[in-house]
């Protein structure tokens, strides 16, 4: 049987049961139950969740919370902790997993930050973030599935009217592209 894991936050949530009927008969997929937020949130669990250094494939996002904006007016994680935060992550997941891929944080509506949501979020640093992000996870020897740009290419049919989370199809769509990585077909 070959064991898969996807590590991540409601996004991930919202997809994973779509790409677990994509998979092969002999793939079990599992991933945490609770949504794995922002990347201190994931490295203080990855013990819990991962206990096992057997996979043959996980995929890990971090990048919805930590490009929240608190209401002091800053990022949730700066930048520079959010890369030492995600090299802490790669490094452990790289032990536990044959292979590796770090999944690119999805976009949200552009007014989503003057919407006056209590956690806005700008795509400005959504794309920053997955920039800094790909460059590292690729040096560390991960690959990488931009569901970034699958979501950008219509973010109003993609995501919700919520601004942040996938419509149906938006969760179709990730569950494409997820199955089509694990499986080699992308």
Not at 117 to 140: C, F, M, Q, T
Request: aromatic share 8%; charged share 25%.
């Amino acid at each position: 049987m070959k064991k898969v894991m996807l590590i991540g936050d409601s996004i991930r949530l919202g997809y994973q049961a779509k790409v677990s009927a994509q998979l092969a008969s002999d793939t079990i997929l599992t991933g945490p139950e609770e949504n794995c937020r922002f990347s201190a949130y994931t490295l203080f669990n990855l013990s819990a969740w991962v206990p096992d250094d057997d996979f043959d494939v996980i995929q890990w996002n971090n990048g919805q919370w930590d490009t929240c904006y608190m209401p002091d007016g800053n990022i949730h994680t700066p930048l520079t902790a959010y890369l030492e935060l995600q090299k802490r992550i790669a490094s452990i997941l790289l032990k536990k997993t044959r292979r590796l891929i770090f999944a690119t944080t999805t976009p949200v509506w552009p007014e989503q930050f003057k919407s006056g949501s209590i956690h806005p979020r700008r795509n400005e640093d959504i794309k920053a973030y997955n920039s800094a992000a790909v460059d590292l996870a690729r040096g560390l020897g991960a690959e990488i599935n931009d569901l970034h740009s699958h979501i950008a290419s219509d973010v109003k049919q993609y995501i919700s009217e919520d601004m942040v989370h996938l419509t149906n199809v938006g969760n179709d769509l990730c569950a494409r592209c997820v199955a089509a990585k694990i499986n080699n077909r992308e």
